[in-house]
């Protein structure tokens, strides 16, 4: 089975990079054919699709996103990453990796001086 873990800081001051790993175990991010994402959700507001990179290294953001999204990989430790610049308050959100079905249990950022 497929699991799932997101990291990084809980609290990211305004106008920095906010970054997030994802650890996957159960399975290989280069080998099979799921979409490794990133999806958030902000306080009282619906799931937001961040972006995917596919099994072969393609990445696929979301266009309201692009100018400040990145994702990458380290196959070496079976990880993706999760790169938001200039963040803001409006960045504020639990942020989940996700595979298909499988879910990561998510991670509460807040953006705060």
């Known amino acids: 089975q497929v699991q799932l873990q997101e990291s990084g800081p809980g609290l990211v001051k305004p106008s920095q990079t906010l970054s997030l790993t994802c650890t996957v175990s159960?399975?290989?991010?280069?080998?099979?054919?799921?979409?490794w994402g990133w999806i958030r959700q902000p306080p009282g507001k619906a799931l937001d699709w961040m972006g995917a990179?596919?099994?072969?290294?393609?990445?696929y953001v979301n266009p309201s996103l692009k100018s400040r999204t990145s994702i990458s990989r380290d196959t070496s430790k079976n990880q993706f990453t999760l790169q938001l610049t200039s963040v803001t308050p409006e960045d504020t959100a639990v942020y989940y990796c996700?595979?298909?079905?499988?879910w990561g249990q998510g991670t509460q950022v807040t953006v705060s001086s």
């Open positions: 159960g399975d290989s991010i280069t080998r099979n054919y799921y979409y």
């Open positions: 990179i596919a099994q072969n290294g393609d990445t």
């Open positions: 996700r595979a298909s079905a499988y």
